[in-house]
């Protein structure tokens, strides 16, 4: 987790300025608008009185640093984006080599990412450039553009004004990173499993996956039970799902910067799993969300880095025991920093402790993700509370409209976790 | 009045010429002094493997933190006389070579300094400072020179933050300062003759000084033991 600020250093990441001292702009700003990414949340309930005397108290903790004033940072003239504009920012980017941190496609998975500390020695991530939202300085063209012509203070983050051949470069930088990615997630409330009379293929890169719907779902850091997981890699995993009379498919996608199978002592395997109660019942009683309790079990299908796709029965993270002899099979690849597999498996169970999947039934599923480059395994995960997928009705190409109970459930399991999670702290 | 200023004027003359007299005798009749620095202790090398970049870093490189020389010679370390002003304005330079900083130490006039990069390869140029403003910034292929400024006196510890390794130090020192060789040995030229006041400085063993009589026109010899910490 990013450290607190130290306000006596006087050291503003986030600044608009040329010079080491933030405008007092910057500093409201960051008040108001909190900083993603990160444990400082934003203050805009407060009156913009109170934020403004905010500004002042902290100036007060770095008299020295303050002394000098602002110089306001001059951004080169914008250029707006274009055919052209990308393709010269695309060229930058890899002229000036910013995948050795950030990667070839931006999933913050370059070479020289594992090194990289902060000026107080703790560790610091590149960003993933594909996820503006999580931006520290956020995620306008302006704040991108200040971003790359000052750097970010305190952090191996560059300053690139003087680093670029022209000026304008850094808007074409910036126009292309927003390429990169939507300002921000679209999240699914309900997953879609779409009918086919095809076969359903096992390559994770087949086309029929590329016209799949995508659904996007939010992951947060595992904080209710021990060992927790403060800092979560994983933060976002789209679905895509597919089923024909005889199988179901699931493909997921998902950005890890490292491909891992683990030493076992820091790192483990990179793995992830969908989870789903053992039967589908019309009633919305579930298991608890947190892989089962001693009463009631769950059913996982899930992949391992080096050992591939497997089902198992859990009564609790402590407690998984596989389940052998399932027709389970599917395929990863991992690419850029980024993971996209296929898990396929009988929509009729075959065995005990396996739920069959129905059309037009409201089945809960749930996400656990591991990055094992990051040390996670066992609890230390990212997960998500229960949410619900739906095989459409054969035939029908009427899109489905989520009943608001069931939004209204979703949002209500999220909330409760995020609750969770809160005390936990 | 009119006597007061005429006194004040007088006072003044006379101190300038002082001051005129002392500082061209220094600078025509100063001295060398010798500086020998001396560690006692084992040399802290460690070698470590590379992994990115190979074509330009090569596969293994070295961590220089204590190089001791012949006769136990302490290299890199610098040794100044911050009472000797007037000292060359030559250029700074520190070079991106071998995803290294050559020299490992440089030795400077508060002012600007010249960072290359030969390598052909993306590296940042990120200083840690107090007394100058921080710089964090990239230095792509393309930008085979760099200018920057470092106007107050400091030691400053610079390194590139996609290649974990490199370290290299800016002393950034008015007076007149050089680093150690190999074998330990420094020589500062053109001190002034008289009681001069000699520091040594060394990135992990930190700062010793002492006071040495400096006769114009020929060569003193002042000897430093550093103590490891
Ligand atoms: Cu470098």
């Given at each position: 987790m990013p450290k607190p600020?130290?306000?006596?250093?006087?050291?503003?990441?986030?600044?608009?300025?040329?010079?080491k001292v933030p405008m007092d702009q910057d500093l409201f700003k960051i008040i108001t608008d909190g900083m993603p990414g990160?444990?400082?949340?934003?203050?805009?309930?407060?009156?913009d009185k109170d934020r403004w005397n905010l500004v002042a108290y902290i100036k007060t903790f770095a008299p020295d640093a303050f002394k000098e004033a602002p110089k306001k940072l001059d951004l080169p003239k914008d250029v707006s984006s274009s055919e052209t504009s990308l393709k010269r920012g695309k060229e930058m980017f890899e002229a000036i080599e910013c995948h050795k941190c950030h990667g070839t496609e931006g999933r913050a998975d370059g070479p020289s990412r594992p090194e990289l500390k902060d000026e107080w020695g703790f560790p610091v991530a590149p960003a993933n450039l594909t996820k503006r939202w999580t931006f520290r300085g956020g995620a306008s063209r302006t704040d991108i553009a200040t971003r790359l012509a000052n750097g970010v203070l305190g952090t191996p983050m560059p300053a690139f004004l003087d680093s670029v051949e022209k000026p304008e470069d850094i808007w074409h930088l910036t126009n292309y990173i927003v390429s990169l990615?939507?300002?921000?997630p679209r999240y699914a409330t309900l997953i879609t499993v779409s009918a086919t009379k095809d076969a359903l293929p096992d390559?994770?890169?087949a086309e029929f996956w590329k016209k799949a719907t995508a659904s996007a779902i939010p992951l947060m850091g595992q904080v209710i039970v021990d060992p927790r997981n403060f800092n979560p890699v994983i933060d976002l995993v789209t679905i895509r799902a597919a089923y024909n009379d005889t199988e179901v498919a699931f493909h997921l996608t998902w950005d890890d910067p490292s491909e891992t199978k683990g030493d076992g002592k820091q790192t483990f395997p990179d793995a992830i799993s969908l989870q789903f109660p053992p039967q589908i019942t019309a009633s919305t009683e579930r298991p608890y969300f947190l892989m089962g309790d001693a009463s009631e079990a769950v059913y996982l299908l899930r992949w391992q880095q080096g050992k591939g796709v497997g089902e198992a029965s859990a009564n609790g993270p402590a407690k998984i025991a596989p389940l052998q002899g399932g027709e389970v099979s599917g395929k990863v690849v991992y690419t850029n920093g980024q993971y996209r597999l296929v898990m396929k498996r009988p929509r009729i169970a075959k065995g005990e402790g396996r739920p069959t999947f129905q059309p037009a039934v409201f089945t809960p599923v749930a996400i656990q993700a591991w990055d094992g480059g990051a040390g996670e395994s066992g609890t230390r995960m990212s997960l998500t509370s229960w949410y619900y997928l739906r095989l459409e009705e054969p035939q029908s190409n009427r899109r489905f409209v989520i009943p608001p109970v069931v939004a209204i459930l979703t949002l209500a399991a999220m909330f409760l976790v995020v609750r969770a999670a809160n005390r936990a702290r | 009045m009119r006597k007061g200023l005429t006194i004040g004027t007088a006072v003044a003359l006379v101190t300038g010429a002082a001051m005129w007299f002392a500082t061209t005798v220094g600078a025509q009749g100063g001295g060398t002094v010798e500086v020998e620095v001396k560690y006692n202790g084992a040399p802290q090398v460690e070698k470590l493997k590379v992994n990115k970049d190979t074509e330009k870093c090569g596969t293994e490189t070295t961590i220089e933190k204590v190089v001791v020389g012949g006769n136990k010679g302490l290299a890199n370390a610098v040794a100044s006389a911050p009472g000797a002003k007037g000292a060359s304005k030559a250029k700074a330079v520190i070079d991106q070579h071998g995803c290294k900083f050559v020299p490992h130490v440089v030795v400077m006039q508060p002012g600007e300094i010249e960072i290359k990069n030969s390598d052909d390869i993306l590296h940042n140029i990120h200083t840690y400072s107090t007394a100058n403003p921080s710089i964090n910034k990239a230095q792509p292929k393309f930008k085979k020179v760099m200018t920057e400024k470092l106007e107050k006196p400091e030691f400053v510890k610079v390194t590139c933050d996609v290649h974990s390794w490199m370290l290299g130090w800016v002393a950034v020192v008015p007076g007149v300062a050089a680093a150690t060789d190999t074998n330990g040995v420094a020589k500062l030229e053109n001190v002034p003759a008289g009681k001069q006041k000699i520091e040594v400085w060394h990135e992990t063993l930190g700062k010793q000084e002492k006071e040495v009589d400096v006769k114009a026109g020929s060569v003193t010899k002042v000897s430093f033991e550093m103590k490891g910490k």
């Open positions: 600020r130290d306000f006596t250093k006087g050291l503003y990441k986030i600044r608009t300025t040329a010079n990160t444990s400082m949340p934003p203050w805009a309930v407060l009156p990615g939507p300002e921000r390559d994770p890169n | -």
